[in-house]
């Protein structure tokens, strides 16, 4: 499975972007997408998952101000960045996981920064 990433960028506070994360290869049916999130001097955390049949989770920090999506025939997921934060300003890495299947897939990462 390879993942490409896009949409990341510079914006002010209070600002949006978009992240999209396309998976090609050999796609398991049953699989769960998500964005994680690494700032400087940080560990790599998760900012929300969505499973291919439309399960989501976030990490409370990002709740009410990120939305998380996908398009299962495009093998697409959408991060939906919101009511941006400084703090929220982080390489941003796609991954993919198949439910029923071995495998653990990342994207390249795309930065997002977020001035005040």
């Known amino acids: 499975v390879q993942l490409q990433a896009s949409g990341g960028g510079l914006v002010q506070a209070e600002g949006f972007l978009r992240l999209s994360c396309a998976a090609s290869?050999?796609?398991?049916?049953?699989?769960?997408m998500g964005w994680y999130r690494q700032a400087p001097g940080r560990q790599r955390e998760l900012a929300a998952y969505?499973?291919?049949?439309?399960?989501?989770n976030y990490e409370d920090s990002v709740k009410g101000r990120f939305t998380i999506s996908r398009d299962n025939a495009k093998n697409t997921v959408y991060l939906q960045m919101n009511s941006l934060k400084p703090e929220d300003t982080a390489v941003y890495y796609c991954?993919?996981?198949?439910?029923?299947?071995?495998?653990?897939?990342w994207g390249q990462g795309t930065q997002v920064t977020v001035s005040s």
């Open positions: 969505i499973s291919n049949g439309g399960t989501t």
């Open positions: 991954n993919f996981r198949p439910l029923f299947a071995t495998g653990d897939y």
């Open positions: 290869g050999t796609i398991s049916s049953r699989n769960v």
